[in-house]
């Protein structure tokens, strides 16, 4: 872009943010007519549609939405063709006064019981401009303006918020342009439309939620009372090795009567008790049904006709002072239910989609599925608050000799509140389907909760590129929230690049999707959204994505090759048993006389050892082939890459990307637990494992422009396994994958032959 352009369109922007339209206009209309660069002249026009339509010279409007109808940015083209519909409509006397600012533009559908659908503009380009404090987007109804507009994701460094508004704030994404932004691209939402009259969806099987709700209340409670065993088993050990001390009785007692009764009371006292701790953890506090009824009168009235139709109380409100969009309920009866909510959902989401966000969790109490994962919030956030509070105390001692104890403590203390965290994780994924619908059955739109959950996707990730780390809130609070901030990384930021129906088109049309869910807190995102709109097209609505109904074409031997360390487990049961008739035809036959080795069934163990350690040498090499340079992808393939609905992680694409370090610094990322890539093309969730000897720490690279090399994997959860990280200074950090596969294996065939031979 030349010199004087850049600046010019930068000008023309910050005037059309502020509302000064015919500053905008002049700074505008000589880029519009430029030659010299097509994206800065596109950028300009639609800028200059949104002036021109703003100070009532509709005429020239209509004249540049025409010119954008033959661009050849097919959302541009739609965009353009439903602003020349908008504009040439008659204007609409009670709506002239309503043109007050270019930040949100809103279209009205005439729908009872419904806001306007509001879509967030900021004009496409790279401003580089300073923001105010408070900054904030107006939602209008103008009638000569364009009801359809592209959304800029920008990404960018610190940021100072523009001058509040004139008028009050609802909308979306009100602060995504920052000091020294850069382009990341185009986000087109369709609008679909509500249900006007809806007939009520078949009702769906509870059963299986109400057994995975008791199955996770039992698997919580077993995983508890054996991290208690095993504390209680150390403490006593450790005072007889003491002198002058003596173990403890009490803690020879078995625990389980006691833990069930202490469990049973948590869920009891478990909405008081959060009460409490996200108050003092997290600034918790209640939010009146006024403060709701300004963000979304939607909102208000579905929670208030839903209680009544059950006879519920309504649900005390809540709300977190988090930028990042979330809500979470908690509570044990629905006439004790707490919907919290924070303030980035509030602003970041337009009336209908607050509304149906506070639908799903109206499901959840309906379910009564909130009652069990309350009590294991109740669990896991002290359990996540020491871990944050030891990984605090090991930053602060500089001696390494001593922070090694406090590194190690928390990585325990980390992964105990992983292994509780765990045992809800299939519960979580399926509630959310069951909320999904009863959220769409009690608004009819389905299309406005699908817009949120991308919104909340994008909010997330937007909070996590601010923030350069996954917050505490975030992580510790992310198994009750509608989206997970792993899931919201590449899908809240590649999405600018790519559409939304081909970066979830492998959640919809890969066989073997859902086989790498275990260990994710939530479902897939296009998953859930294909059902969505399944329901849209039961009531002959139109839908806010569309997928293509074509499965993709996966080969079964990729596949078994990639689950091939947990298919030698299967395969070493049936060694096992063939061990086993060997053993007892040669001692019947008097030909050899083993059988006394095997009597306790240990060898089985160690059958399966070996199967799964075969498994994992088969693995090995397509897992991690050699990176070549001639074959080696580079940041601007991450798009396709993504695309690739029949890709699979057994892939093991080669990549060589340029870009910045995220993640936590110091003893809390020890285990590179929160390592996040930011490229040119989004974020992308890396796995690192680090060895003792490296002169260099995967810590002191983070916050720093890095060149990373390694395995691209397309999973449930997008990541790149590290092979290693350059800094432009020519410092190197090797991760040690293969390696670890390789000790993995050998370990596993160790132990397991040693079994097998020793009984």
């Not at 500053?23 to 097509?38: D, M, R």
């Not at 949100?104 to 404090?133: G, L, R």
Request: glycine share 6%; with cysteine; net charge positive.
């Amino acid at each position: 872009m030349p010199s004087h352009a850049k600046p010019s369109l930068e000008a023309g922007l910050v005037a059309l943010k502020q509302g000064n339209y015919q500053t905008a206009i002049a700074q505008l209309e000589p880029i519009a007519s430029s030659q010299s660069n097509a994206t800065a002249s596109l950028q300009a026009q639609v800028g200059l549609v949104m002036a021109y339509a703003r100070t009532g010279e509709v005429p020239k409007a209509i004249a540049i939405s025409q010119n954008l109808i033959e661009s050849n940015n097919p959302q541009v083209q739609e965009w353009a063709t439903r602003a020349l519909e908008h504009l040439t409509k008659r204007k609409k006397p009670d709506q002239e006064s309503k043109n007050v600012e270019t930040g949100f533009v809103a279209f009205d559908n005439s729908t009872p019981d419904s806001t306007p659908d509001s879509i967030p503009v900021t004009p496409p380009e790279t401003p580089t401009f300073e923001e105010k404090p408070n900054d904030q987007v107006i939602e209008t109804k103008s009638d000569d303006t364009p009801p359809m507009v592209p959304l800029v994701r920008l990404k960018a460094t610190v940021a100072t918020p523009l001058p509040p508004p004139t008028a009050p704030l609802n909308g979306f994404m009100g602060s995504v342009t920052r000091t020294q932004a850069k382009l990341f691209g185009v986000i087109y939402w369709r609008q679909a439309q509500r249900a006007r009259a809806w007939q009520p969806l078949r009702k769906p099987k509870l059963i299986p939620l109400r057994l995975l709700s008791a199955g996770t209340f039992i698997a919580l409670f077993c995983v508890i009372r054996e991290i208690l065993k095993l504390a209680m088993g150390f403490i006593n050990q450790t005072l007889v090795k003491l002198p002058y001390l003596e173990p403890l009785q009490v803690l020879y007692n078995d625990p389980t009567k006691f833990l069930l009764i202490v469990l049973v009371i948590l869920i009891g006292v478990s909405p008081w008790l959060l009460d409490l701790l996200l108050a003092n953890l997290y600034g918790q506090r209640e939010f009146s049904k006024d403060v709701l009824n300004a963000h979304s009168r939607e909102a208000l009235r579905v929670i208030q006709r839903c209680c009544q139709q059950r006879h519920w109380p309504l649900p005390k409100l809540r709300i977190l002072p988090m930028a990042a969009p979330i809500m979470l309920t908690y509570g044990s009866l629905p006439r004790n239910a707490r919907i919290v909510v924070s303030q980035g959902l509030l602003e970041q989401l337009a009336d209908d989609e607050i509304a149906t966000i506070y639908a799903t969790q109206l499901g959840h109490i309906a379910h009564w599925d909130f009652a069990v994962m309350s009590l294991l919030l109740l669990v896991t956030l002290p359990t996540h608050k020491l871990y944050q509070q030891v990984s605090e105390l090991g930053d602060k001692i500089s001696g390494k000799i001593w922070r090694s104890p406090m590194t190690i403590l928390a990585s325990l203390i980390y992964g105990v509140w992983c292994l509780l965290t765990g045992t809800a994780l299939w519960l979580s994924r399926l509630r959310l389907y069951y909320s999904d619908r009863v959220a769409a059955e009690i608004t009819g739109n389905p299309n406005a909760l699908i817009r949120a959950l991308l919104k909340i996707a994008i909010g997330i990730a937007a909070d996590i590129q601010k923030e350069e780390h996954t917050s505490w809130q975030l992580e510790s609070l992310n198994l009750l929230t509608p989206v997970s901030h792993q899931q919201s990384l590449s899908l809240g930021t590649i999405a600018s690049n790519l559409s939304f129906e081909s970066f979830l088109k492998w959640d919809t049309a890969n066989p073997y999707r859902r086989w790498f869910t275990i260990n994710n807190s939530h479902p897939l995102m296009g998953d859930r959204i294909e059902r969505l709109c399944q329901i849209a097209r039961h009531w002959h609505l139109d839908t806010e994505l569309h997928f293509s109904s074509e499965p993709s074409k996966v080969k079964r031997q990729s596949f078994l090759l990639q689950i091939a360390p947990w298919l030698g487990i299967p395969l070493g049961v049936l060694f096992a048993a063939l061990v086993w008739l060997t053993w007892q035809l040669a001692f019947a036959l008097k030909f050899l006389n083993l059988k006394w080795i095997y009597e306790d069934w240990s060898f089985i163990t160690g059958c399966l050892l070996i199967g799964f350690s075969i498994g994992t040498v088969m693995r090995i090499n397509p897992f991690f082939p050699d990176i070549k340079p001639a074959t080696v992808q580079t940041d601007d393939s991450l798009p396709n890459l993504l695309s690739d609905p029949s890709a699979l992680p057994i892939d093991s694409i080669s990549v060589r990307i340029v870009g910045k370090l995220l993640g936590r610094q110091g003893t809390s990322n020890s285990l590179a637990q929160d390592l996040i890539f930011q490229s040119s093309a989004g974020l992308v969730k890396l796995h690192h494992i680090s060895w003792l000897g490296q002169s260099v720490n995967h810590q002191d690279l983070i916050g720093r422009q890095i060149i990373v090399t390694g395995w691209f994997r397309r999973g449930a959860t997008p990541w790149i396994d590290i092979q290693t990280l350059e800094t432009q200074s020519g410092k190197t950090i090797h991760s040690l994958h293969p390696i670890w596969s390789i000790f993995l294996a050998v370990a596993a065939q160790a132990w397991g032959a040693y079994v097998f031979l020793t009984g």
